[in-house]
């Protein structure tokens, strides 16, 4: 069995050598044909995950646009809400300056009939009984005396020109003033 053990083992040698080198081939081109798909892929889904991510990044661009276009608008809204309000707030501090004004001009009226009366008042004078001073005793007396000079009409008279010089004024001082007090 030494020679045909010989060739078969140099046979069996020759073949495994063969099939061997051929596997050995196989494997290579197979390898290399794994890495290259391997390699295409990834680079292929590489390229379909960086357009992912681009799409996503422009969507979130387009919904952080649309946020802000949204707060813009109700911005607005509220800005418009707020000038509203003030306006009302105003109007309500106009009515109660008008008010005071009214108020203050109806107390100046009042004030102006109470002087009128009293001035046509004081324009007849009737002693009555003494204050414990002695003043109205006094006057009393100065009146009496001079009741025969018929002093009367021109006292009524000047009585009315003082009366009326001080509406005159009165009048005057309040249409002078001006928005700013002056």
Known sequence: MGIIGGAFSKLFGFLGDIF???????GDVF?????????LFGGLFGVIWDVIK????????????LFDL????FKV???VIEGFLYLLYMIGVLAVKLFLVI???????????????RTLGSLVYSPRGGGGHGYSEMIGKLFNSLEVMQLNSVAYILLFMLWFITAISAIKLISSIRVGGD
Do not use: C, H, M, P
Request: glycine fraction near 14%; charged fraction near 10%; proline fraction near 0%.
């Open 20 to 26: 061997g080198g051929l596997f050995g081939f196989l």
């Open 31 to 39: 390898g290399t044909l794994f890495n290259f798909l391997g390699n």
């Open 54 to 65: 681009w799409i996503a990044r422009a969507i979130a661009k387009l919904f952080q646009e």
């Open 70 to 73: 949204l707060v813009s608008f």
């Open 77 to 79: 809204i509220y800005d």
């Open 103 to 117: 108020f203050e001009a109806a107390k100046v009226l009042f004030s102006f009939i109470v002087g009128l009366g």
